[in-house]
Nanobody, 120 residues
């Protein structure tokens, strides 16, 4: 059974920084594309950033230049460094990963989310 667990959320003032982590555990053979999504109150979940197995990255326009996604394949972990945070970044942040697990089962997994609150 594969699990994704996020950490690093919290309350921060506007202009501050947070670093989110998402660790995958279980019978993992390989981790392919990984990403971070967020969902603000009364809004749809939106893609924030993705990183492929070759480490190429992409970002939502709203976070370009402020957020950086990275991964540590040895630790099965993906990170999201968030700088210059704004109140509109307030949301629950979810980790997502396409993982090949034992039995050559390829699936898309989600974490349960971590809350980021940015005060003005």
């Amino acid at each position: 059974q594969v699990q994704l667990v996020e950490s690093g959320g919290g309350l921060v003032q506007a202009g501050g920084s947070l670093r989110l982590s998402c660790a995958a555990s279980g019978s993992i053979i390989s981790m392919n594309a990984m990403g971070w999504y967020r969902q603000a109150p009364d809004k749809q979940r939106e893609l924030v950033a993705t990183i492929r197995s070759g480490s190429s990255t992409s970002y939502a326009d709203s976070v370009k230049g402020r957020f950086t996604i990275s991964r540590d394949n040895a630790k099965n972990t993906v990170y999201l460094q968030m700088n210059s945070l704004k109140p509109e970044d307030t949301a629950v942040y979810y980790c997502n990963a396409l993982i090949l697990s034992s039995g050559f089962d390829l699936r898309n997994y989600w974490g349960k989310g971590t809350l980021v609150t940015v005060s003005s």
